[in-house]
């Protein structure tokens, strides 16, 4: 499997870990899931993400959960999250899973950095523990993970480690900082990366319109984020905002703190991609009421896109 760089572009989809209902790793909805990321044309996945219950895994399921995406994958890139306490197993779960196939890394701020100085200072410790010459994904998501990156640290990380080759951008509001970041570029201060947008899609129409390359979250529907990428890619300004306006209501009640990995496993089980919508303990069941709210959402959708009617 070829390295990721920064002309990284497109969808990358990001996989929840599935599990059977008495929280034992299911491996053959893994396989499911990664061969429809490939037939709905995701160009990657990330796995091990905040998505996939990473914290949840010990160090042997985590390998096994990642091994697995990527030796499925055939030709799409797999980007494995790697992000934990300590170097140590960072470094190992890293080179296993490049030893593997995978194309790159990704790698979040521990929540407890405050300063511009310890969050620098923390991901070029985090560069000598895995090797600089393992590509990486910089995750700015400080509504989860409560780290602010301003656009000035993001670009002296980027300036400071060749290796760092995409950062999945998540702030909210952040369309600004993606315009900083590319302005950073066209001033010469900055090298170019690759910026693929998490946050659930909820502002993907117009991030792309603001420079960046493409998606890289886990909407239920990954084929949507493939669509609107493409249409906005080729300037389709309107119909890529009328398809993506109607599934807004869904993205939206999937970014509710606390249930949205829920609604997520239960419409991907609806789907027919997972067996079970459980997730590992400590984890959160839908109500009878919000599962029949979500009904009620794909039904919604599936007026202007079939491929809600699951």
């Known amino acids: 499997m070829t390295k990721l760089t920064h002309k990284a572009a497109g969808t990358f989809a990001i996989a929840p870990t599935p599990f059977h209902d008495d929280g034992r790793i299911d491996e053959k909805s893994i396989d499911r899931l990664t061969d429809f990321y490939a037939e709905v044309g995701c160009d990657g996945v990330t796995v091990l993400g905040i998505l996939g219950e990473a914290p949840k895994l010990d160090a042997a399921e985590a390998e096994q959960v990642a091994l697995r995406f990527v030796k499925r994958a055939k030709n799409m890139q797999i980007i494995v999250g790697v992000s934990a306490p300590g ?131 886990g909407y239920a529907f990954p084929d949507l984020l493939v669509d609107v990428v493409r249409l906005s890619g080729q300037g389709r300004r309107d119909e890529a905002h009328d398809l993506f306006d109607a599934h807004l209501p869904l993205i939206r009640y999937e970014q509710q703190p606390g249930v949205g990995l829920a609604v997520r496993k239960y419409i991907l089980m609806r789907r027919g991609l997972l067996a079970s919508e459980t997730q590992r303990k400590p984890g959160v069941a839908l109500s009878a009421a919000a599962r029949a709210e979500v009904d009620y959402l794909l039904s919604r959708v599936a007026r202007v896109d079939g491929r809600a009617r699951v």
């Open 87 to 217: 170097f140590a197993t960072m470094r190992s779960l890293a080179l296993k899973s490049m030893d593997a196939g995978a194309a790159g890394v990704m790698i979040a701020p521990p929540p407890h950095l405050r300063t511009d100085d310890q969050i620098t200072g923390y991901f070029k410790q985090a560069v000598e523990a895995v090797g600089d010459d393992i590509p990486w994904v910089l995750q700015d998501y400080p509504l989860t993970l409560s780290v602010v990156f301003t656009p000035a640290v993001i670009r002296k990380i980027v300036m400071d480690s060749p290796s760092c080759v995409m950062l999945k951008h998540e702030d909210w509001p952040g369309l600004d900082k993606i315009s900083t970041l590319r302005a950073f570029e066209q001033d010469g201060s900055m090298r170019h990366v690759s910026i693929l947008c998490g946050n659930g899609g909820l502002f993907l129409d117009h991030e792309m319109e603001r420079g960046a390359d493409g998606a890289n979250t």
